[in-house]
């Protein structure tokens, strides 16, 4: 059984551009979450995509986007970046929207110039 | 007042110590409690969720909730120095779609 896979592991980009990140989930597993975390800080939620479908969503702008493919892997998507968004991001994938068990991939680092 | 607090530390303690990791919150509609385990440059790793109140212990860790404080603790005997990390508490609500909230996270050192 693998584990939540996520692509890129670093990436640097410039203020304005777009970024894609990608996600795998555990086998098995129909539910994504995605996390940012700044340095020194804990996760906080950015939205959850269950069955390809937007499944709530936390307080990030709609310069965040994502997806959900068939296949339960996911993207995030975030437009006009900026400084503020260089952090780790984190997938998390679960049998169904159930919080308490999530598994984390270990995350992108995205560094904003 | 932040719904999760959590003391950042850090924490420096000897091999072989009993460690306590504690978090409060202020949502009495809190009733998964989770404590993740985060290695530097990785993703959190689920160590244990308790439901409601009480303990739970799986090894050398020990989880406690106490409801009518608002109050979460992680235990940990025998403290090895692979246990350094940062450990992030979290907690959500028993709905489908409500988010993890997590707290800062408590950095640990173990010293051998």
């Known amino acids: 059984e693998t584990g939540v896979t996520q692509s890129p592991t670093h990436l640097i980009k410039t203020r304005g551009q777009q970024v894609t990140l990608r996600c795998s989930s555990q086998?098995?597993?129909?539910?994504v979450s995605w996390y940012q975390q700044a340095l020194g800080q804990g996760p906080q939620f950015i939205f959850q995509?269950?069955?390809?479908?937007?499944?709530g969503r936390g307080n990030f702008p709609p310069r965040f986007s994502g997806l959900q493919f068939p296949n339960y892997s996911s993207e995030l998507n975030v437009n006009a970046l900026e400084l503020d968004d260089s952090a780790l991001y984190l997938c998390?994938?679960?049998?169904?929207?159930?919080?308490?068990?999530?598994?984390f991939g270990p995350g992108t680092r995205l560094l904003v110039l | 007042q932040k719904e999760v607090e959590q003391d950042p530390g850090p924490l420096s303690v000897p091999e072989g110590a009993i460690v306590s990791l504690n978090c409060t919150y202020s949502?009495?509609?809190?009733?998964?409690f989770m404590w993740y385990r985060q290695y530097s440059r990785k993703g959190p790793e689920l160590l244990m969720y308790?439901?409601?109140?009480g303990n739970k212990e799986d090894g050398r860790f020990t989880a406690q909730v106490d409801k009518s404080s608002k109050y979460i603790s992680l235990f940990i005997r025998d403290s090895q120095p692979s246990d350094s990390a940062t450990y992030l508490c979290a907690m959500s609500i028993p709905t489908g779609n409500t988010p993890l909230v997590f707290g800062k996270g408590t950095r640990l050192s173990v010293i051998a």
């Open positions: 949502n009495s509609a809190f009733q998964y």
């Open positions: 308790t439901y409601s109140s």
């Open positions: 998390a994938s679960s049998p169904g929207t159930n919080q308490e068990t999530q598994y």
């Open positions: 086998s098995g597993h129909n539910t």
């Open positions: 995509y269950y069955r390809e479908e937007e499944n």
